[in-house]
């Protein structure tokens, strides 16, 4: 029996995930499929109860979702647990279990951001939604000591401080208004920046003004089509060490694919599909990307270079 694996979201018709996904399986002898499947907000506890039967190997869960999937699942890993956002599913027997691969993505993007330096202890992060969650709780286990929280609506900001609450309790974790004096003291007393925000998609926006950014930040857009943002050419050109969310892309793919299949990821083969994939979308801006090149919701993921962007 052909197992399937869907990433369920909404928009999932750009996503990157399938590119790198069925190459995997394909690679490793697995015989699964990775498919898309767009569930509006309202469906999605139907597409997870669908998961049980025993043709499926589990799922992804991208945008908008993450959030709303943890009541849907049997049991939550520790991880899933300490950010509220599940990004990936799991089988054991009917019984779903919801992890997040996100963190093990951004723990990787950071450790190669940072370098050889020793790890800071004090960040920006802007955006509150599920990738902000679990860029936070990878700074608050990276050992971060000062971590702020800007959001367009402040209230989101608070209560993913007030959610992290006792496992942030030794650190200042704290959101903060979206203003840019506000935003433009605080960059200067931090030494990692994060865009978790969606904002930079196209390649014509930025969450914040170039001019707010001081030298030397090492900034984390988590943004990776368009591979080079607004956000980060204006970092670079303030004299910042800059990265996208390519890394961290690739590094929740690998760590999902091997809760699925129990093998080690074909990182390399991951990589190079997940690159073709991203050049073949360019600076497309996702949501202008031609809908004829990219693959059907529903529809297994036949041609990694047909992707385009998203997740
Ligand atoms: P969510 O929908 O959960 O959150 C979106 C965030 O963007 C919110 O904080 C929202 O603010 C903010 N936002 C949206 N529009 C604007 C705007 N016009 N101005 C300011 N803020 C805005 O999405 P995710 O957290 O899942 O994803 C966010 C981004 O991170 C996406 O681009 C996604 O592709 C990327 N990502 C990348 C990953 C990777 O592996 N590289 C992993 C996870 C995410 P508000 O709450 O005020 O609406």
């Not at 650190?171 to 865009?195: D, Y």
């Not at 994939?277 to 004829?292: K, L, Q, R």
């Amino acid at each position: 029996m052909t197992r399937r694996v869907v990433l369920i979201g909404h928009p999932v018709a750009h996503s990157l995930s399938g590119a790198m996904q069925q190459a995997a399986f394909d690679a490793a002898g697995i015989d699964a499929r990775y498919e898309l499947w767009d569930r509006a907000p309202l469906e999605l506890s139907d597409a997870i109860a669908e998961l049980r039967a025993e043709e499926f190997l589990g799922a992804n869960v991208t945008i908008p979702h993450k959030e709303k999937t943890v009541p849907l699942v049997d049991k939550t890993t520790d991880e899933a647990h300490a950010t509220g956002a599940v990004n990936t599913i799991t089988k054991d027997g009917k019984r779903l279990i919801g992890h997040n691969t996100d963190v093990a993505g951004f723990t990787h993007a950071l450790d190669a951001l940072v370098g050889k330096q020793k790890m800071p202890r004090g960040a920006v992060v802007l955006g509150a939604g599920g990738g902000a969650r679990a860029v936070v709780f990878g700074l608050v286990r990276a050992g971060f000591t000062r971590v702020i929280v800007f959001n367009r609506h402040l209230h989101r900001g608070e209560a993913l401080v007030k959610f992290f609450g006792r496992s942030a309790a030794h650190m200042e974790l704290r959101a903060m208004p979206w203003h840019e004096s506000v935003l433009e003291a605080e960059l200067s007393k931090a030494k990692v920046f994060v865009n978790a925000t969606s904002v930079g998609l196209d390649p014509n926006d930025t969450p914040i003004p170039g001019e707010l950014i001081p030298p030397d930040l090492l900034v984390l857009d988590l943004i990776y089509n368009p591979a080079r943002t607004r956000l980060m050419r204006e970092a670079e050109a303030a004299g910042c060490h800059v990265m996208n969310g390519e890394g961290m892309l690739l590094h929740q793919g690998a760590a999902a694919f091997e809760l699925w299949t129990g093998k080690p990821a074909p990182l390399d083969l991951m990589r190079e599909k997940l690159e073709e994939a991203i050049a073949a979308g360019g600076s497309t801006p996702a949501d202008e990307t031609p809908v004829a090149d990219a693959p059907v919701a529903d529809a297994p993921v036949a041609d990694a270079s047909a992707v385009a962007a998203g997740d």
